[in-house]
T-cell receptor
């Protein structure tokens, strides 16, 4: 069964600092997603990573995927208060070489950026 | 605004009852997903439809069922409701069967 873990679960960081959130998963997959959720709100798609070595950047956030290590990272550069939210990674469970069965979410990382 | 709409926004009902949650995907999106988010279970994938056909099934209880209609809107039916079914239910849509998903605002279900 596919398990998705995130580390850390809670992160309090100062504005201007850099930090990385890690997402580990237990079964082979080459599709990984990062989402952001503000309190009481819905999920917003941040990144879709579809192959080994994929790297995507948007503003102060950069995501990467290492399918061999079954690891994705979400790197935050020079954090600002607006980045405070919960960040989820999610992994597709492959059904066959060309199709996927279901998606499993990590527990989420609650990020608080302090001025 | 993601373009995905869900109704109702809030729903309060009693144990044993049946409710229907509705989702309209973004214009042109063929795939619809349903998720449940609760404090104790986190975010769980329930079921996915693609162009009217069931494509993938997650941790969906037998008391729950869903369908996608020819106009591509989807409904999630929850029956014999229990207190533990209280949660946020999200619908998401995507253009392709396995790609970036756009989430609706959610329906908050409270079972008393």
């Amino acid at each position: 069964e596919l398990k998705v873990e995130q580390n850390p679960l809670f992160l309090s960081m100062q504005e201007g600092k850099n930090y990385t959130i890690y997402c580990n998963y237990s079964t082979t997959s080459d599709r990984l997603y990062w989402y952001r959720q503000d309190p009481g709100k819905s999920l917003e798609s941040l990144f879709v990573l579809l192959s080994n070595g994929a790297v995507k950047q948007e503003g102060r956030l950069m995501a990467s995927l290492d399918t061999k290590a079954r690891l994705s990272t979400l790197h935050i550069t020079a954090a600002v208060h607006d980045l405070s939210a919960t960040y989820f990674c999610a992994v597709d469970l492959p059904r066959s070489k060309t199709s996927y069965d279901k998606v499993i979410f990590g527990p989420g990382t609650s990020l608080s950026v302090i001025p | 605004d993601s373009g995905v709409t869900q109704t109702p926004k809030h729903l309060i009902t009693a144990t044993g009852q049946r409710v229907t949650l509705r989702c309209s995907p973004r214009s042109g999106d063929l795939s619809v997903y349903w998720y449940q988010q609760s404090l104790d279970q986190g975010l769980q994938f329930l079921i996915q439809y693609y162009n009217g056909e069931e494509r993938a099934k997650g941790n969906i209880l037998e008391r729950f069922s869903a369908q996608q209609f020819p106009d591509l809107h989807s409904e999630l039916n929850l029956s014999s409701l229990e207190l533990g079914d209280s949660a946020l239910y999200f619908c998401a849509s995507s253009a392709l069967a396995d790609y970036e998903q756009y989430f609706g605002p959610g329906t908050r279900l409270t079972v008393t």
